[in-house]
């Protein structure tokens, strides 16, 4: 089962992911459905 402070950790990943990949969107919309789609 997996633990809330293990799930806070994977949403700190994600962020720190999508802060590298983010440049490579140059539009919003773009960014959020990245982001949406990887969660």
């Known amino acids: ?3 809330v402070a293990e799930a806070k950790g994977w949403e700190v990943a ?3 992911l999508m802060g ?7 539009r919003v919309e773009a ?3 990245a982001r ?3 969660a």
């Open 1 to 3: 089962m997996t633990t």
């Open 20 to 26: 590298r990949l983010g440049s490579r969107f140059c």
């Open 36 to 38: 949406s789609y990887v």
């Open 31 to 33: 960014r959020q459905r």
């Open 14 to 16: 994600l962020d720190a």
